[in-house]
Structure formats: structure tokens, C-alpha cells
């Protein structure tokens, strides 16, 4: 297909379809919309079907639904959208339903603002709705990544039986870059033998349900659940290593924002401060063998995001009291500068030097 | 080989095209492209940008906080982004809308009457090219032949006619710099 | 040798329901799943299960079934029906809470859009699950756990007409609103249930039948006083009929 230039929401689209994704429903909120738009005119192309639902709330049940169908199904909203989504996606969770939905995040909380943010790094990796859940979480940082991260999102979903959020920044959404669409064999993936699409042909009536009244059940149930997150944090972890090897401070920073970093990160070395960056791709499962094995060595650690301090908890978590673990966030849809990262990166290492 | 250029102007001015442009140029001379907007209400009357990085290495940070190169097509956008380019690099003013001079002598500024020109090209739609035209003679980013080669993707078939205009557009662009 | 008189439906499972007694959710159970077995769908059907009493209908009726959010069934039910071949039969099975308050915006945009679902909407005028609370189709002057003193059209407003409401929709291809005071009002209503999946059958869109129920728990008298404060009270307040019957030209 060779190299084609697009805009970031619409890579996501087009790597959805390619990843056999035919369904989609969603409501339009900026700055996401254009993901919206693509849908509309290329699901009927491949046999498909975009339908517009009344809201957000309605968009992920009508993903609910189509995932019970046993289809391949995707929404996708950015931050005050992805809060309505909250219910339908706890109830996706309760009932093992696999779909993929995108959070191209803008500044919060409220109806916030439309510039690009990373302030919803809790709600997708620490829950968002109701009960005892865990959510596979990636953060691509290029629009090329996005087209391989999409085909691993429906992967993952269809594996597992769970939702998987893909998270990524107004910045993400609206920039274009060169992408290539490159063919990759399908994976091996069980049978959706529980799907619910009436039972000619295929035995007994199945149910597709959340509730369980008996405690007992419901316990074995979430059980089976933490098994799951277990098997998803053994298989599912991703990450980038940049320039780690001899590093003395690491940056740690993950999408649009860990471009910027790289951009700093080459000018602190141009000054001889020996910087790297762990860059997380699986936001949950969170990557802490990168921390294992630099926390030894390494004299300090700078979390920086377009948040008031979300991921750095986790850095936190993995790097146990090791060393130092400093923060550099911007809010509100302000974008951190590669000189405010760089001016960072040299107060941790103790000024110029 | 790294150019870092914002171009900047009114809503409608045709400053997202523009950047749209050179990164598909980018692209087909092999080049490592971005193109990133500012979006929002902005980009409603008010002043709107774009940054866009052409480079031999994959792109990195697709924000640019000190231009290598700006390009200011109305006045707002010169007070913004004038002390922002790096020092060493270029100032791109469309002259025909700005009447400002710039204080700095650290970087080169060239003033580009770019509708009086396009007027005498006899269209006044290709005013961005004869910028376009001084630039790349400037910074031989691109080769104006792959400015043409994307015109012809972007620009609908039916708008193809405009194609020899910006042609002659860029050629005259360039030529302020051979003066 | 002893002729059979009764029989149970096919339509659903042999699961003793968990109704109160006098409660008509079991009538229209049976009512459903005799229309589903007669028009020989019910392998071809996916049954939605709401929120609220008949929550676990999903382990009653005989078909595939699918549980959904409060209020989210048409929701839920576009996204099975929409993805599915075309010959699937999709149902949602809804109380008064449930379509008419949580999830009003859902069921209206589902019949706007002329989404080819049948909807079995049960309107028995008060939030049975929770244990009595108003409901939007409570009637005026009714007391319930959150209307204590009666419903007051000052405080808490009006009782809603779901089926009058729908029926100004286009998309709205079959609605009928029924009774099960009686052995007469069964019968009718079993009549439109059938006519409800018909249309669906057909493909002519969005059909609904509105079922008056009883709750003689929460209403707080028994259930022979239930059948009659339905006649008496409800129909009244919600008259029986078809409101709109695209193919029969109303």
C-alpha cells in the first residue's frame, strides 16, 4: 500500500478496520471527531456499519450489544464522553465482552477544554467505573504505532474477553505523520462459542449477563476475573527502552509526551548528562521490570506529563523507595516544552555541569 | 538535515494547507514528515498555525517551541511567533499583510509581497506559493517539483487548472532571493 | 385415557419464576414465550433483560439472552440486532423505571430511528425491585415509598404516556397499549404481542406493546384488588388501544 499521510484520528479509524473491525458506534466530541467521520464513510465500504447513537451512554451499550453478537466492535470519545462511558464499560467487564475503545484525551475535569492532556490516566488504568476491574490500557506515541497497537487491541480483547482502551491526546488525534498499513496474519484466537445470537444451530439458550446475586458466585466470578489480569500482566506488557543502558537519570513519560522528553533527553546528552527515558506502552499492565532492573543503578527518576501527577503514583510503586522520584506535569491542555523538560532533567542532576 | 517550521495566519488564509503540503513533499522525497495543527475556536477568524518537521531522522518532539523557520502571513502571527525563531534561522513575513519590521539581528528576515505578486501571476490564490517559493530557495527543504507532485493529490481535479499558476508562483518566490 | 388441557410454552425455561404472587409478570412471560414458540422464532430470537423486577428474565425465556444496564436495553438490543443477520428476532423486556425514567433517551431514539426491535414494556406504575418508590408513570395522588403523601403533580409532575409519546414518531411502526385485569385483556394482549413481533418480522421497524401490571406488594393490597385497581385506576389514566399501526394505516 506504501506510505500514506493522515491525520492521527483517522489512523486510528482506518487501523481498526484493518484489524477487522466493522462495527462501530460513538457520538462526536472534539477533538476526536474526525475518527467519528472516517467511520461513517469507510464502514459501509467493507460491509460494515457506523451507526451515530443519542450519547455516549447509549453508544457503549450499543457496543455491549454488538459484543454479545459476537462481533468485533469499537467506540470511541474523548475525556467527558469516556466518563459516560464508565457504566457501559463496568458492565463489559462483568459480562466478558471484548471491544476496543479510544480515549483521545483533552484537559479536565468538567467539560475541561479541547487541548490535548493526560488527565485520564486513572480512569482508565485504576478502574473508572464501578467494581473490581482492571482494563489492558496502550498509549501509542506515533501514528505508526497505532496501526500495530490497534490490531493488538482486538487481539487482546478477543483473547481475554475484556474492553482494552487505547489512550491517546488531542495532539495524537490531530497531528499527521507518514503511516504504512502493513498486512499481518491474524492470530490464533479461541471460538466466541458464549456469543449470544440465538441458539438455531447451536445448542441451548447462553446469556450474556453481569449479575450475580449469589455473593458466593460472584466471588468465584471476580476470582476468575484477577486470574485474567494476572495472565494479561504476564503476556501484555509493553515498553520502550531509550538510550537506558548508561543512563543516570531516566525520564519517564509515555505518548505525544514522551517525544518531547526524547527531544530533551538529546539535549541534556549534548550537555554530558547521561539521561535516558522508559517509555510505557502498556499503561496497565504498568512495565515495572524496566524500573527492576534500573532502580540499582540509576541516581533519579522525572515522571513528566500532561497531568498533575497521575502515572508518576505507579513509577512510585515500581520503584519502591529506591531512589528519587521527581515530577514535571503541565495541565488544562498545556503541553510541556522540550526546554522545560530539558530545565527538569538538569535541576535533578544537580544543575549544569 | 532537520527543518522545524510554524506557519502562521489567519483561519482561511490557507496556513493548514500550506503545512500540509510540505509534509506530503517530505513524504515523497522520502523525508521524515509531521504536521501537527493548533485546532480549536481558534482556527475560527482567529489566528491559526501548524508546525511541521521535514527531517532525515524519524521525528521526535512533532511540537516546535523555536522555529528554525516562521512563516507569518497576517500581524497577530508576527508579535507571536518573531521572537520565538531560533537564533540563526528565518523569518518568512508576507509583506502584502504585515507591515512590521522585525528587530532582530540574529536571524534572517525576508519580507515576501506575496499578493502583489500573486496579482501580477494574474491569480491571486497562489499568494502562499510564492512564499512557498522563497522558502524553499532558502532552505531547499523540498524541491519545488515535489511541491507540484503534491499539489496534483491535494488539490481536487477540478482545481488542477490552478496547477501551472502555483508553478509560476513558486518560480517567482524564488527568484526574490537570486535579486 | 385424559385429554391434555395445559401445557406449558416451550418459550421458556422450566425455571420457577421468583414473582410475588399476583404479580402478571408471569402472565406476560407466558405470553411472550407462547408467541415466540407459535411463530416458531425462538431459536432465532435474542431476549434483553433490563433492570428492575424482570431482571432475571433472562433465566426464564427460552432463547439466547443478553442482561443490560438500567435503561439501556434499546441500546443494547440495536447493537445485537444491528450486527446480526437479518432474520434474528430481537426483544426487550422493560418496566416503567427503566424505559421511562433512566432510560427515556434510549428508548426514544431507538423508535426514532425505526431500530426493527420489539419492545415488551411493562408499566405497572411503581419501582417494584427497589421496594416501591414513584415511578414516572405513578399516578396522581399514589403513595409509595417516595411519595408518601401521594403523587403531587406540583412536586414531582405528571405521569408520563409512553405509548401516546411514541406513537408521534415516525419510526414508531406498531404500538399498542394492553391489559391482564382479565381473561379478555389476556387474550388482546397476546394478540398485539404477536402483532408487535410480526411487524419486527416483517422488517417494518420499531414495534412496542405497553402491558398494564399489577403490584400488589408495593401497591400494598391483595392481588384480586390489584386486577381491580388496574381497571378502575389505571386505564383510566392510560387507555387501552392501538396508537399506531403503520401497516393498518393508523
Redesign the interface.
Known sequence: MGKVLMKGNEVIAEAAVHAGCKYYFGYPITPQSELVAYMAKRLPEVGGLFLQAESEVAAINMVYGAASAGVRVMTSSSSPGVSLKQEGISYLVGAELPAVIINVMRGGPGLGSIQPSQSDYFQATKGGGHGDYQIPVFAPATLQEIVDLMQDAFDIADRYRTPVYILGDGMLGQMMEPVEFTERKAAELPPKDWATTGTRGDGGPKITNSLRLDPDDLEKHNNHLQEKYSKIKENEVRFENYLTEDADYIVVAYGTVSRIAKNAIKKAREKGIKVGMIRPISLWPFPEKPFYETRENVKAYLTVEMSAGQMVEDVRLAVNGYKPVHFYGRTGGMVPSQEDILAEIIKMAGGDQ | MLHEIIIAGFGGQGVMSMGQLLAYSGMHEDKQVSWLPSYGPEQRGGTANCSVIISDEPVGSPVISHPSVAIVLNKPSFDKFEPLVSPGGILIVNSSLVDKKSSRDDITVIEVPASEIANEIGEPKVANSVILGTFLKLTNAVSPDSIIEALKKVLPERRHNLIPANKVALEKGAELINK | MMELVFERTNGL?EKPTHYCPGCTHGIIHRLVGEVLEEMDI?????G?ASVGCS??A??Y?????????HG?AP??????????PKD??VFTYQGDGDLASIGM??I??AAARGENITVIFVNNAIYGMTGGQMAPTSLVGQKTATSPFGRDIALQGSPIRVSELLATLDGASYIERVSTHDVASIIKAKKAIRKAFETQKNGLGFSMVEVLSTCPTNWGIDPKESLDWVKEKMIPEYPLGVYKDVKGGK
Open positions: 425455561t425462538i431459536e432465532d430470537t435474542v434483553v431482571v432475571l433472562y433465566d425465556f427460552n432463547c439466547d439472552m443478553t442482561q443490560a444496564a439501556r441500546a443494547v438490543a440495536t447493537g445485537i440486532k444491528r450486527v446480526l434474528r428476532i433517551a434510549e426514544v431514539h
